[in-house]
């Protein structure tokens, strides 16, 4: 996510940190390379040069010029700077009733995946979605949302395949949906290749129909400078009220997250950051900034570690580490808990100063490797790894398809680890007694 961006605005405030005071020209020479950045990464033009000259403005400020830190105050105006341009504070869902979300966009951008993973979203904050087909242009539409509300758990509308008419088909799953259990209804539209009359048109009544709290514009990240032509088309014919970024995880630039929210002055409200149906989340400015500027996103860090672990097992862990008898059932439960955090790369990228490293890369193979051995082993043997012998190591290897070698390099780490732990429990231990003894 921005991870071009990312490197080069590090390596330029890094520079500019450098200096013990800073002036005019270091500055100019810095926005400079600043506008350079966000131009390769696909941000708009007008939206890359009002950005710069508004931190340049306030970075030429006696406060700063004089400031024990300059470089460090440039640092902090940039990220306002970029917190704003994101969307200042997070903007949550008017979900007043009848709560419905009109979604929109172009065909490719994820609509009918984002509505499914908007509906699961709203459904672990406590609400009932229902979700409700009206692409009925693109073949196979219907069946994709009516298989991906089936993968979350939530009741799915879907027309008549001989149904023509979008606004029928929206009064039809009105009247459906007064039969549900349901307090959000999401709406998923048609799309085209490109903006045209015909679509621009359906969705207009659709919406006047209708009449949705909230219209969100689906866009890829990766969209670039044709970024700002949709969201000001669609928000001039609609008057969308979010955005929902798809595929920032895979895009590098993501120059259309900066520029579509200036040019339409409405808050990305979630982007999908992955392709599970869970990886999905509310878009918070100040957080992503941070991350773009390699200062972390703990909180994000914290928020996802609550959601994914387990308090009981937590302390259960906690216990076994105390005590040194951390076995390989206790390593694979930790590995487990792990991945529920979602991808590594993603996990280290929320950590502050993780940014910069370039090199830094995750090796998902030897990662899925590891979990391969130790499935390989029986209960007993995870309990209790001392007993693999040579016999026992080489049928593991054959069962998890590694070599003996890369079963005796998890081993010898594993062994590491235990003794590490006990040599810190040991140390706990005498800290206690020596406590005692001064009382």
Same mark, same amino acid.
């Given at each position: ?18 200096? $013990? ?15 350079? +950045?966000?131009?390769?990464?696909? !941000? ?64 490719? /951008? ?47 509308? =879907? ?8 606004? &029928? ?14 307090? !959000?209804?999401?709406?998923?539209? /048609? ?35 044709? /970024?700002?032509? !949709?969201? =000001? ?23 259309? +997250? ?30 992503? /900034? ?11 860090? !914290? ?11 937590? +302390? ?22 792990? &991945? ?12 502050? $100063? ?14 899925? &490797? =590891? ?31 590694? =070599? ?36």
């Amino acid at each position: 996510m921005f991870s071009q961006l990312g490197d080069k605005l590090q390596d330029i405030f890094k520079d500019l940190r450098g200096h $013990g005071s800073i002036s005019e020209t270091n500055i100019s020479d810095a926005m400079r390379q600043v506008r350079l +950045a966000l131009l390769e990464a696909d !941000v708009d033009y007008q939206v890359a040069k009002n950005f710069v000259a508004r931190i340049k403005e306030k970075a030429l400020g006696e406060e700063v010029l004089r400031s024990v830190t300059p470089g460090q105050q440039v640092v902090k105006i940039f990220h306002d700077e970029l917190t704003a341009l994101l969307g200042g504070d997070a903007a949550p869902l008017n979900l007043d009733k009848p709560a419905r979300i009109l979604i929109v966009g172009l065909n490719g /951008a994820g609509k009918t995946t984002s509505s499914a993973k908007l509906a699961a979203y709203l459904k672990k904050q406590g609400r009932a979605p229902l979700l409700i087909a009206c692409d009925l242009q693109r073949p196979a539409a219907i069946e994709q949302l009516a298989t991906l509300g089936q993968q979350v758990g939530v009741p799915v509308y =879907t027309p008549s395949p001989d149904e023509k008419d979008v606004k &029928r088909a929206a009064a039809a799953s009105l009247k459906w949906a007064e039969g549900q259990n349901g307090n !959000v209804q999401i709406f998923d539209t /048609a799309g085209r290749q490109e903006i045209d009359a015909a679509l621009i048109e359906e969705i207009k009544q659709l919406k006047e129909f209708l009449k949705p709290q909230e219209v969100l514009l689906v866009a890829d990240a990766a969209t670039g400078q044709q /970024a700002v032509s !949709v969201a =000001t088309h669609f928000h001039e014919a609609l008057g969308i009220t979010g955005i929902v970024l798809t595929k920032l995880d895979g895009d590098a630039r993501g120059g259309a +997250a900066l520029s579509m929210r200036e040019v339409t002055q409405r808050p990305i409200k979630f982007a999908g950051v992955g392709e599970k149906l869970d990886q999905f989340e509310a878009f918070v400015p100040d957080r992503l /900034a941070g991350r773009i500027l390699g200062m972390g996103d703990i909180v994000g860090l !914290v928020e996802k570690a609550v959601e994914a672990i387990d308090e009981e097992e937590a +302390a259960r862990m906690e216990q076994k580490l105390r005590t040194a008898s951390f076995d390989f059932n206790d390593f694979l439960a930790q590995f487990k808990m792990m &991945r529920k955090l979602g991808p590594l790369e993603s996990i280290l990228g929320m950590l502050p $100063g993780m940014g910069n490293m370039k090199d830094l890369n995750v090796d998902e193979n030897q990662l899925k &490797r =590891t979990e391969a051995i130790v499935l390989s082993m029986t209960d007993h043997e995870r309990r209790r790894p001392d007993i693999l012998n040579a016999r026992r190591r080489q049928r593991i290897a054959r069962g998890s398809g590694s =070599t003996v070698t890369q079963v005796n390099d998890l081993l010898q780490r594993f062994n590491q680890m235990r003794k590490m732990m006990k040599n810190a429990g040991k140390m706990k231990r005498m800290m206690a007694q020596m406590s005692k003894m001064k009382s």
